[in-house]
DNA sequence: TTTCATTGTTCGATTTTTTTGAACTTTCGC
DNA sequence: GCGAAAGTTCAAAAAAATCGAACAATGAAA
């Protein structure tokens, strides 16, 4: 059991920040750490595989959009929005903003 | 020769946006497109094939982020900045902005 | 008006990426 | 220990991106 990689704050890029946001579940899955503060892989009700879903957090987590622990069999996951509101400041936030508000219109990103 | 399309500005989806956005190709076109206004498919120097280009410059487009006329043989590109701050406010601002940060700082997104 | 060069699109093939189910690991409760 | 729950890994299938070649459209040159 290795230890769960996470990148320094200095190392994330826009590029992976943004290629991830790009994917539809990505974001759903953002927009739902948005709200719930901390939340298990599991706990995400979206259609598709369960090694589909865990590579998604792993791209995400990887990218330094979200922080995830273990806990017992669950892995919590939160986002670090601390660390990309330092180094892309507004980028979290106004894109978060957007897509609350495309889900309200009834327009969701998936 | 058909008409060029361009989704309505009600029609701009954040998914697609982002999805756009996300690509590496589409982000240097559109941070090109922040400096220089309007420009030609051709004039935009990146190490991809024509056909390939066309292709990202049609996702552009087709996601709302620009919008392009035919000017002879040219397709003029530019950025589709009104509407897409009315429909995502401060999204294309704070991204550019991040990117322009991130490219002085010799991370380019490429 | 007949070339000819320029600009960009379209098409089919190739390569790359994404998605998936099955098998596996880890951890906890019984 | 045994079994269930939560994720990961792996190899195969499906989907998407990339490319070169052929094509269309326009303007310029002859």
Redesign the pocket.
Known sequence: ??P?FHPDKADITLGAVL?ALG?P?CLAIVQRLAIEDEL????IEI????????????ILREAGVLH?R???????NSLRRADLDDRFPGVLDTILNAADRATRADQSVL
């Open positions: 059991m290795r769960i290629y994917d579940v298990s892989c599991a706990a259609p598709v595989a369960k090694s589909t879903l865990s590579h998604h957090f792993k995830c273990k806990q017992g069999t669950q892995h919590m």
